[in-house]
């Protein structure tokens, strides 16, 4: 039977644990009683204060948490809190991602159509407020699908991104209009750049990176270098940099970023904001332009919530680090984590398989 066990923030119920504590020590989560999860592979991902959960066929899709701005997509008749694993509707016939912001969700379907649910105070849905799912831009065949926290990419199978929502700092990669910075409706984003392969955003950044798996483009805010060491301007607000080696996934929290890159051992670096371990490491100062590597076996999978990440390695053990005020990274102390923790060894059982990152909770799939 599937187990999947949650770390940290609770306020909106979004660890499915059928109460509001946070949770500072593994937990199981619990499934409404019309589900079956035998032999199902599960992912998961989460925003502000709601999480998804969807069979790794698309065929099965589950929300828990706040619906406060009609962001799991249940209607406007349900209650605003959901405490449990339950089961959502969706348009089509599989769920082939799901991507949350704040108080929003897109899913991307196995039809190639993009569809929007929550909050549209920035014009993140690209429609307009809605409960229930709504479809954005009707044109393109969509294959992946990334949000920000109050922006969102969709990214077309020739290789085109298109965005919409805000744009205050250029996080979409155009010049941000002075009387109103918020882009709407999904507009091409990506013109002038390398066909695109991977997308991720930060609070106010966006990273894309190139069908070459090398080249890196990054767009918006850059306090604290969530643009890396980018110095090369492309078009618009994009701007660019190389990586090391081939790129096999990208993550970005709020202010930071991670990729795991191609080798004869799986490596991964990162860079961005530092002061709450999110680098796994101690840095001079708040942030680190350079790319830096952490010492971790093997990593097969990442995922960043808003200033922790969460990494599974290929034999099954999970680690974490970063910003901790709720447990989130592991430590139930709730002191920040600036090393990579182990929180499931190898050997125990059951084996974790999957891992995913709410804004400011954990979640591992054995």
């Known amino acids: 039977m599937a187990l999947v066990r949650a770390l940290g923030s609770n306020s909106g119920g979004q660890l499915a644990?059928?109460?509001?504590?946070?949770?500072?020590?593994?937990?199981?989560?619990?499934?409404?009683?019309?589900?079956?999860?035998?032999?199902?592979?599960?992912?998961?991902?989460?925003g502000g204060n709601h999480t998804f959960m969807w069979t790794d066929n698309g065929a099965t899709l589950l929300v828990c948490g706040s619906n406060g701005d009609g962001e799991l997509a249940l209607g406007s008749e349900v209650p605003s809190l959901v405490l449990c694993w339950t089961?959502?509707?969706?348009?089509?016939?599989?769920?082939?991602?799901?991507?949350?912001?704040?108080?929003?969700?897109?899913?991307?379907?196995?039809?190639?159509?993009?569809?929007?649910?929550?909050?549209?105070?920035?014009g993140q849905l690209g429609t307009g407020p809605s409960a229930q799912w709504q479809r954005v831009a009707t044109g393109p065949h969509f294959v992946s699908i990334a949000c920000g926290m109050r922006h969102s990419l969709a990214l077309d199978k020739s290789g085109v991104v298109y965005g919409w929502g805000a744009n205050?700092?250029?996080?979409?990669?155009?010049?941000?209009?002075?009387?109103?910075?918020?882009?709407?409706?999904?507009?091409?984003?990506?013109?002038?750049?390398?066909?695109?392969?991977?997308?991720?955003?930060?609070?106010?950044?966006?990273?894309?990176?190139?069908?070459?798996?090398?080249?890196?483009y990054v767009a918006g805010q850059d306090k604290y270098a969530q643009c890396g060491p980018s110095t090369t301007h492309v078009s618009g607000t994009w701007r660019s940099f190389q990586l090391p080696g081939p790129a096999l996934k990208l993550c970005s929290g709020w202010d930071f970023a991670a990729i795991l890159l191609e080798g004869d051992r799986t490596s991964l670096v990162m860079w961005g904001r530092s002061d709450q371990g999110q680098l796994a490491c101690?840095?001079?100062?708040?942030?680190?332009?350079?790319?830096?590597?952490?010492e971790l076996p093997?990593?097969?999978?990442?995922?960043?919530?808003?200033?922790?990440?969460?990494?599974?390695?290929?034999?099954?053990?999970?680690?974490?680090?970063?910003?901790?005020?709720?447990?989130?990274?592991g430590d139930p102390t709730l002191n920040n984590v600036y090393t990579p923790l182990c929180v499931q060894e190898n050997h125990q059982l059951p084996r974790a398989v999957g891992i995913g990152c709410g804004y400011g909770n954990s979640f591992i799939v054995s």
């Not at 499934?31 to 035998?38: A, K, L, N, Q, T």
């Not at 250029?170 to 091409?188: D, F, R, S, Y």
């Not at 390398?194 to 080249?215: F, Q, V």
């Open 298 to 329: 093997d990593v097969s999978d990442i995922a960043c919530g808003s200033s922790h990440t969460v990494a599974l390695t290929a034999s099954g053990s999970v680690f974490m680090w970063g910003w901790n005020e709720h447990g989130n990274a």
């Open 17 to 46: 644990t059928g109460n509001l504590e946070d949770v500072h020590h593994l937990t199981a989560t619990r499934f409404s009683s019309e589900i079956s999860v035998d032999g199902a592979q599960w992912r998961v991902t989460g």
């Open 87 to 122: 089961p959502v509707a969706f348009p089509g016939n599989h769920v082939q991602q799901i991507a949350c912001g704040w108080s929003h969700t897109l899913l991307l379907n196995d039809r190639g159509h993009v569809y929007a649910a929550g909050s549209n105070a920035f």
């Open 168 to 216: 205050r700092s250029g996080q979409l990669g155009i010049e941000p209009a002075k009387k109103q910075p918020n882009i709407p409706e999904a507009i091409p984003v990506s013109m002038g750049l390398l066909p695109i392969a991977m997308m991720a955003c930060g609070r106010s950044h966006s990273i894309l990176i190139a069908e070459d798996y090398k080249t890196v």
């Open 282 to 294: 101690r840095v001079d100062g708040s942030y680190r332009r350079e790319l830096g590597y952490v």
